[in-house]
């Protein structure tokens, strides 16, 4: 206690009135972080999905980010030296991340635009696309190394799955009283200090993967309340993926459905169960739902009923976008222009002078990275799924919310939803992808020395 107390009054001569209270909230989250690495893990995934008040967001390269990730490094350092652990220098994924960075420099490197062509477009920070990318490896990096146990597993699930689950749903209230940033379309909105996905496509995404995810906790809760509960939850955030009018979504909740009839078999209660879920849905989507967000749900590649239909802009827009991506990469196809770099060569080589994103997620690949890493990002996809089922066939089936293999089963549903939604939206980039690839390694991992204890 002496030395607290003389710390904060240090920090509160050195750095003005009132430092001793930060001084001491971050001796405290230090020492929380050092002796629970998992609730690092979900401070660190908690800044990409919900908004820090101004105060404790930092500037510049101090952030709460950046912070972690220092104090992340000197534990994995001591972790090494301690345990002679270097699990990562053998990890498939590890190596595909690496490769897939790799990618990006020498394509930066031998590909890439000048420095001064830059300054066509405004200013920008060439380097900021790649220190992400960097960012979401090390994370993917610190997550497999300190999350090890079940019960750690099972707490950085169920908060992200609850954080994900909020964004969805405070965009839900957007949409419905029109104050969404795209009027009556459900998207990021901060509500309470809940930070949305950024756009309708992201809220449409944390919803799917929040579907998923609750339809298998439901199987284990014994509670009638709580499965009644839980019904009506993924009701609303099905009836969010709606009302984001977001036709990449739908294309994404239709996978995730299929997915789930698929895995769990086809038995009359379970089609009892979904045609239940399904009717209620419908009928409340025809009462919230306005009428141009189903309309413009609707009209899809061919099926539009006039030039003038709620979204047939923006479908012109993405063929012409394709167009343009499918040039970028015809000449560029081994080598790409290197990470950040589309915005730059898009506007060099689009007539119209654009810089709007692929909205999809391999032609960015290849356009940025060359076809190498589009294949690796492939491969992480394949090494995903594959480290998620043979988790799922070691581990015991699950009977309790305590058990392992529903997330599991909600983390192999997550992963195909993101595969399908990515062919039309810009999301290899996101958090939640490295969070499922941590989450499959840590998994199996566990699964498989589990099944060599017991054999």
Same mark, same amino acid.
């Given at each position: 206690?002496?030395?607290?107390?003389?710390?904060?009054?240090?920090?509160?001569?050195?750095?003005?009135?009132?430092?001793?209270?930060?001084?001491?909230?971050?001796?405290?989250?230090?020492?929380?972080?050092?002796? =629970?690495?998992?609730?690092?893990?979900?401070?660190?995934?908690?800044?990409?999905?919900?908004?820090?008040?101004?105060?404790?967001?930092?500037?510049?390269?101090?952030?709460?980010?950046?912070?972690?990730?220092?104090?992340?490094?000197?534990?994995?350092?001591?972790?090494?030296?301690?345990?002679?652990?270097?699990?990562?220098?053998?990890?498939? %994924?590890?190596?595909?991340?690496?490769?897939?960075?790799? !990618?990006?420099?020498?394509?930066?490197?031998?590909?890439?635009?000048?420095?001064?062509?830059?300054?066509?477009?405004?200013?920008?920070?060439?380097?900021?696309?790649?220190?992400?990318?960097?960012?979401?490896?090390?994370?993917?990096?610190?997550?497999?190394?300190?999350?090890?146990?079940?019960?750690?597993?099972?707490?950085?699930?169920?908060?992200?799955?609850?954080?994900?689950?909020?964004?969805?749903?405070?965009?839900?209230?957007?949409?419905?009283?029109?104050?969404?940033?795209?009027?009556?379309?459900?998207?990021?909105?901060?509500?309470?200090?809940?930070?949305?996905?950024?756009?309708?496509?992201?809220?449409?995404?944390?919803?799917?993967?929040?579907?998923?995810?609750?339809?298998?906790?439901?199987?284990?809760?014994?509670?009638?309340?709580?499965?009644?509960?839980?019904?009506?939850?993924?009701? &609303?955030?099905?009836?969010?993926?709606?009302?984001?009018?977001? =036709?990449?979504?739908?294309?994404?909740?239709?996978? !995730?459905?299929?997915?789930?009839?698929?895995?769990?078999?086809?038995?009359?209660?379970?089609?009892?169960?979904?045609?239940?879920?399904?009717?209620?849905?419908?009928?409340?989507?025809?009462?919230?739902?306005? %009428?141009?967000? &189903?309309?413009? &749900?609707?009209?899809?590649?061919?099926?539009?009923?006039?030039?003038?239909?709620?979204?047939?802009?923006?479908?012109?827009? =993405?063929?012409?976008?394709? %167009?343009?991506?499918?040039?970028?990469?015809?000449?560029?196809?081994?080598?790409?222009?290197?990470?950040?770099?589309?915005?730059?060569?898009?506007?060099?080589?689009?007539?119209?002078?654009?810089?709007?994103?692929?909205?999809?997620?391999?032609?960015?690949?290849?356009?940025?990275?060359?076809?190498? !890493?589009?294949?690796?990002?492939?491969?992480?996809?394949?090494?995903?799924?594959?480290?998620?089922?043979?988790?799922?066939?070691?581990?015991?089936?699950?009977?309790?919310?305590?058990?392992?293999?529903?997330?599991?089963?909600?983390?192999?549903?997550?992963?195909?939803?993101?595969?399908?939604?990515?062919?039309?939206?810009?999301?290899?980039?996101?958090?939640?992808?490295?969070?499922?690839?941590?989450?499959?390694?840590?998994?199996?991992?566990?699964? %498989?020395? =589990?099944?060599?204890?017991?054999?």
């Amino acid at each position: 206690m002496a030395f607290v107390a003389l710390f904060a009054v240090v920090a509160d001569v050195a750095l003005g009135t009132g430092a001793w209270f930060f001084a001491i909230t971050g001796l405290m989250l230090v020492t929380l972080v050092v002796t =629970r690495p998992e609730i690092g893990i979900v401070l660190f995934l908690s800044t990409f999905l919900v908004t820090y008040p101004q105060a404790l967001q930092g500037s510049g390269f101090l952030t709460i980010n950046n912070m972690l990730g220092l104090l992340f490094l000197v534990l994995l350092a001591y972790r090494i030296r301690a345990r002679d652990d270097w699990w990562f220098l053998r990890s498939r %994924e590890m190596q595909l991340l690496l490769f897939i960075a790799l !990618c990006y420099a020498v394509s930066e490197m031998f590909n890439g635009p000048e420095s001064r062509l830059a300054e066509l477009i405004g200013p920008t920070e060439r380097n900021i696309a790649a220190r992400l990318y960097l960012n979401r490896v090390a994370f993917v990096l610190f997550f497999a190394t300190f999350i090890r146990t079940p019960a750690q597993m099972r707490l950085v699930y169920l908060l992200v799955i609850a954080m994900m689950v909020m964004s969805a749903l405070s965009g839900l209230q957007g949409g419905l009283t029109s104050g969404g940033l795209y009027g009556s379309r459900a998207s990021s909105v901060v509500q309470g200090g809940i930070a949305q996905a950024g756009n309708p496509n992201r809220v449409a995404m944390y919803a799917i993967i929040c579907i998923g995810a609750l339809w298998y906790l439901r199987r284990q809760v014994r509670s009638r309340v709580g499965q009644i509960s839980l019904l009506g939850l993924i009701v &609303l955030l099905a009836i969010t993926v709606m009302m984001t009018a977001s =036709r990449s979504g739908m294309l994404g909740l239709f996978a !995730c459905v299929a997915f789930i009839v698929i895995e769990e078999g086809v038995s009359l209660r379970r089609l009892l169960a979904l045609g239940l879920v399904g009717v209620v849905t419908a009928a409340l989507v025809l009462q919230v739902v306005p %009428e141009k967000n &189903l309309e413009r &749900l609707g009209n899809l590649p061919g099926s539009a009923a006039s030039t003038g239909a709620v979204g047939t802009g923006s479908l012109e827009r =993405r063929a012409y976008t394709f %167009e343009v991506g499918y040039e970028i990469v015809r000449d560029n196809l081994l080598l790409g222009v290197g990470a950040g770099n589309w915005e730059i060569v898009r506007f060099i080589n689009d007539p119209a002078r654009s810089t709007a994103p692929p909205h999809s997620s391999p032609i960015l690949a290849m356009a940025e990275g060359g076809i190498f !890493c589009l294949l690796s990002f492939v491969a992480l996809f394949w090494c995903t799924f594959q480290n998620l089922s043979v988790a799922q066939q070691l581990l015991p089936p699950a009977r309790r919310v305590r058990d392992l293999n529903w997330i599991v089963s909600g983390a192999r549903t997550g992963v195909i939803a993101i595969a399908v939604f990515s062919l039309v939206a810009d999301l290899w980039q996101s958090i939640v992808l490295f969070w499922l690839v941590g989450l499959g390694i840590v998994v199996r991992r566990y699964a %498989e020395a =589990r099944s060599r204890a017991m054999s």
